[in-house]
């Protein structure tokens, strides 16, 4: 540990007996640590905890009104001893208390009486280690930060939906993206290229796939559109495309997924499959606007609290309905 360091650290020292305080401040003040502060109990060891950030804490197990074993519970309760390190202490014959308290979550320890080299190594050696924890969890929390804005900017990429009329016929999309992770690899658009003309994107760019697309002709009527595919558009300017054709009447819908929908298992293994999504679309009603919100809750349920399989995105067109 550098010297700054050293210097900047803040320890807190607890103990009953105040030749062992003194001991341990002089000492400490040796290794170049001037902000040090003390106190008798493990009451007033919380009390000071709660009132000001430490790097370390030099606690003794043996104290009235409340020990070491009931300081080190309460910050083990609040999860306070996985961010501040404890170097416990004891009599040399006290070894059990001592297990007990590492157990407990106590970084280290130090018998009475304290040797100097051992006290220096101990203590440089936890800051040290505090350091290098700080370190990591605060990078881990800006690639957090980075991931959290990187969802909200994908997510804002997705259309609104839209309910208005092309072509003289009244028509709405609906429109679901719900990323597994942070950031997902699913994409969705849809967007008019003519009165008359609207083109309905949905990609999963991690290479899964659109999982599936249903048809309803007709209240209760439900089947798969087999129409043919094929690379996706835009990929290699010399590949060969073959159109394919589906018709829908006014009240038909049309439902694309990806598979994150349809390949989603519950905690046995057990896919949602084709025909769950099937009869949600045969269950669809007129009108209905949080119908790929109901469905995705549903697999989501599904799931029982497992972490998320893929990416979902869909897209449900109702054609010919006011």
Do not use: W
Not at 165 to 185: F, S
Not at 275 to 304: H, I, N
């Amino acid at each position: 540990m550098s010297d700054r360091s050293a210097r900047t650290a803040k320890i807190l020292v607890v103990d009953d007996v105040a030749e062992n305080r003194d001991l341990l401040l002089r000492r400490l003040g040796r290794l170049g640590f001037t902000a040090i502060d003390q106190g008798q109990n493990g009451h007033e060891a919380l009390a000071a905890i709660a009132a000001k950030a430490y790097g370390m804490v030099l606690l003794d197990i043996m104290m009235p009104e409340l020990d070491g074993f009931g300081v080190l519970e309460v910050l083990k309760r609040d999860g306070r001893i996985n961010e501040l390190p404890v170097i416990v202490i004891s009599a040399l014959s006290e070894i059990e208390p001592v297990v007990r308290c590492i157990e407990m979550g106590a970084e280290d320890y130090l018998f009475e009486p304290f040797n100097p080299t051992l006290l220096r190594a101990r203590v440089l050696a936890t800051l040290e280690k505090k350091a290098l924890r700080d370190a990591t969890r605060d990078e881990l929390a800006r690639k957090q930060r980075e991931l959290e804005e990187a969802r909200t900017l994908q997510l804002a990429l997705a259309p609104p939906p839209f309910a208005g009329e092309r072509g003289g016929r009244a028509l709405r999309i609906d429109v679901l993206l719900e990323p597994a992770k942070e950031v997902g690899g699913d994409l969705v658009d849809h967007f008019a290229l003519a009165d008359d003309t609207v083109v309905l994107s949905l990609g999963d760019v991690s290479d899964k796939g659109a999982g599936a697309a249903y048809h309803r002709n007709g209240i209760g009527t439900v089947g798969r559109l087999e129409v043919l595919g094929g690379p996706p558009l835009g990929l290699d300017e010399t590949l060969n495309y073959r159109a394919g054709e589906a018709r829908l009447a006014p009240g038909d819908r049309l439902l694309i997924v990806t598979d994150g929908f349809t390949e989603a298992h519950d905690p046995h293994g057990a896919l949602y499959g084709d025909g769950r999504v099937g009869e949600f679309m045969a269950a669809v009603a007129p009108g209905d606007t949080q119908a790929l919100d109901r469905v995705a809750a549903d697999v989501r349920a599904f799931a029982a609290g497992q972490p998320a399989f893929d990416d979902m995105a869909a897209l449900l067109v109702t054609y010919g309905e006011r």
